[in-house]
């Protein structure tokens, strides 16, 4: 470019004329022109590379919500590229939004199909939401581009093993461990189907050979402690126990087990630190709360024992076998009402639980209530006699243990409680790992936008956008006075002293205006405010929702096209618990703004009231995307 410009001035020094200093001009417009041309889309290139790169910048440091507004803006401007769709779409993956990154990823795959990291992060997507399947079939094509990827081959194998595919899953895994024979989890996922197809002897054979190669494996071993569980051999089961805790120590289960084994073996000692290790770790551990209660009813240590099953019924308020527990230690400890109580919720279930009703007998006797003994007694009696005639009395079977979901028999109210399903856990590989946005949000709906005269600050880091509307921008560039401004900060409530005068000159406006877009809103809101005040003393707030719907219907019939009066309107309804209307009005809002993340945050949570959560996820993953990162505390809880 420069030795062009030297060789044009050279040529105009040593020729003269007008017309060849004209041609000369013109020509170097035309290549100027062409330089202009050339430049800028490369440098729009440069642009979209650059957000891109500022993207993934925030996505090392874990700023997933701040890293998905730069995905956002490259995609709005290059939406043919697949690098901002997958990006964004692993920062919803780190968000728990699987269904959203699994949607960003088709469509980065549309736009590039040969790229394996992608295929990849759609199948761990989709092993999330459990659609094993489709995530199989996302290895297997990954595969074709990348076939000596150890740990898709392993993942796929878990896809078949989650879908009952055992013939399949091993057939894979005899290819895998033809091509990598010394790899010791294969084995170790062959010795699981073997497991789940009750070939526990095969399955020895494989957790066995495992252990040979990686002797360090923790899994492993909690695997072979398994087979032992399953087999009764309780001194073998602690001490694979032994080596999966000595390599996993925050393994919860492992402690849990371990305690079934020493309980077994009449350690009781040792099967009670280990049930107090393993709830240090689970505090809401289930298994360990139950099992623990039952040591201590065991050992006399009745009011911790209470503790636990307080804990249980209270995950479980109609646990049967907790509720008989807590009773017989209520009981022995000397709250007797709280003990009959529990008997009678029990009896209430099972008319013919004798033991239960013998021992409700004798609280009612104890506490004077001789009338309901005698009635327990004779129930009693009544059935020793039945039995002495030989009238058929149903039988229960008594067992040392009993599965968790065994709750049709009262009778085996004092037995250890073991998992439903003895598994081994599964393991994904994936390089796709990280923390998860977890602040703590209620299912609160998003407030109204309302006008006022302080420019908004921003609620969060991230989310920057400003509501437009441009009733609200011709107000403005006609008035002399300070702008108004739309804000979603949720104002104070409004008592009725201070409501009045705002109602009263809203009204004066709009009796010299009907068609007062401003006063049809601000009046709608301030009836709003008025009836948060009134339902916050408890009261009956329909009147004030009803006059401020009245506004915002007065104020539609002016510009049916005003997204953010829809959204206004739909937020009354859904205040109201009309929630089918108000996901309509959030749909039309929607359809002439379809970046309002506010609706689609508020239309999720009425998705939720009505208990469709699949729709409620997917609305709240486009909230999230656009900015409201609270909303993925909620994908997270409604997935």
């Known amino acids: 470019m420069i030795s062009y410009f030297a060789d044009s001035g050279c040529r105009m020094e040593v020729k003269s004329g007008r017309c060849h200093a004209v041609s000369v001009i013109i020509s170097l ?259 360990g709360h139950y099992n623990r209660g039952l040591l201590r009813a065991q050992v006399g240590d009745d009011n911790r024992g209470i503790e636990d099953f307080d804990f249980v019924l209270r995950l479980e308020p109609d646990n049967l076998m907790a509720l008989i527990n807590r009773a017989l230690l209520l009981e022995q400890t000397g709250d007797l009402r709280g003990a009959v109580r529990d008997f009678t919720k029990v009896i209430d279930e099972f008319p013919n639980f004798w033991f239960g009703l013998q021992h409700r007998a004798d609280c009612y006797r104890r506490l004077g209530q001789s009338r309901q003994a005698e009635l327990d007694e004779f129930r009693i009696l009544k059935a020793q006699m039945d039995k002495r005639y030989g009238r058929r009395q149903p039988r229960l079977n008594r067992q040392q243990m009993r599965r968790r979901s065994d709750d049709a028999d009262p009778e085996k109210y004092n037995q250890i409680v073991i998992a439903d399903d003895q598994e081994v856990e599964h393991e994904y590989k ?43 921008e011709a107000f403005n560039s006609r008035s002399s006075r300070r702008p108004l401004y739309i804000s979603t900060t949720a104002p104070s409530p409004l008592d009725e002293q201070g409501a009045q005068p705002l109602v009263d000159s809203l009204t004066a406006v709009l009796h010299a205006d009907s068609t007062s877009m401003i006063a049809l809103w601000q009046r709608a809101v301030c009836h709003w405010r008025l009836a948060r005040y009134q339902t916050s003393l408890g009261g009956n707030a329909s009147l004030q929702l009803s006059l401020a719907l009245a506004d915002l219907n007065r104020a539609l019939a002016v510009d049916p096209q005003d997204a953010l009066l829809y959204y206004n309107r739909a937020t009354l309804y859904a205040e109201r618990r009309d929630y089918r209307q108000a996901i309509s009005d959030y749909d039309r809002a929607l359809r002439i703004e379809p970046n309002l993340a506010e609706a689609w945050y508020n239309r999720g949570l009425c998705h939720i009231f009505l208990d469709d959560k699949a729709s409620a996820v997917s609305d709240l993953s486009k909230a999230g995307e656009l900015g409201l990162y609270t909303a993925y505390n909620l994908i997270k809880r409604y997935r």
């Open 430 to 472: 994936s390089p796709y790992r990280g923390r998860v946005q977890n602040r703590q949000t209620d299912e609160t709906l998003l407030p109204l936008f309302c006008l006022t005269n302080e420019q908004p600050t921003a609620t969060d880091d991230v989310r920057s956008a400003i509501a437009y509307d441009r009733h609200v």
């Open 29 to 287: 417009i035309f290549h100027f022109s062409f330089l202009i041309v050339t430049i800028l889309p490369s440098h729009a290139q440069y642009n979209v590379e650059r957000l891109v790169n500022v993207g993934r910048s925030a996505l090392y440091y874990e700023d997933y919500v701040l890293s998905m507004q730069y995905f956002n803006q490259a995609i709005a401007a290059k939406p043919y590229l697949y690098e901002p769709w997958f990006f964004r779409g692993v920062a919803k993956f780190y968000l728990d939004d699987f269904a959203g990154a699994e949607a960003d990823c088709t469509e980065a795959l549309n736009r590039n199909p040969y790229v394996t990291a992608i295929y990849d992060l759609r199948a761990i997507c989709r092993i999330r939401l459990e659609h094993y399947t489709e995530a199989a079939a996302d290895y297997t094509q990954a595969l074709r581009h990348d076939p000596e990827n150890q740990g898709m081959w392993h993942n796929r194998v878990l896809c078949h093993i989650q879908n009952k595919d055992y013939d399949r899953a091993l057939g894979q895994l005899d290819t895998m461990l033809t091509r990598w024979s010394t790899y010791a989890r294969g084995y170790t996922m062959r010795a699981e189907v073997y497991l789940l197809q009750g070939d526990t002897t095969a399955a020895v054979t494989a957790f066995d050979r495992a252990l040979e190669l990686d002797p360090y494996d923790g899994e492993t071993w909690a695997g072979r402690a398994v087979v032992s569980l399953s087999r009764q051999e309780w001194k073998d089961a602690e001490h694979y126990l032994d080596k999966t805790i000595h390599l996993l120590p925050r393994h919860v289960a492992s402690y849990v087990n371990r305690a079934l084994a020493r309980v077994n073996q009449n350690n009781l000692r040792g099967a009670m630190a280990d049930y107090d290790t393993a709830l240090d770790l689970d505090p809401n551990n289930f298994l």
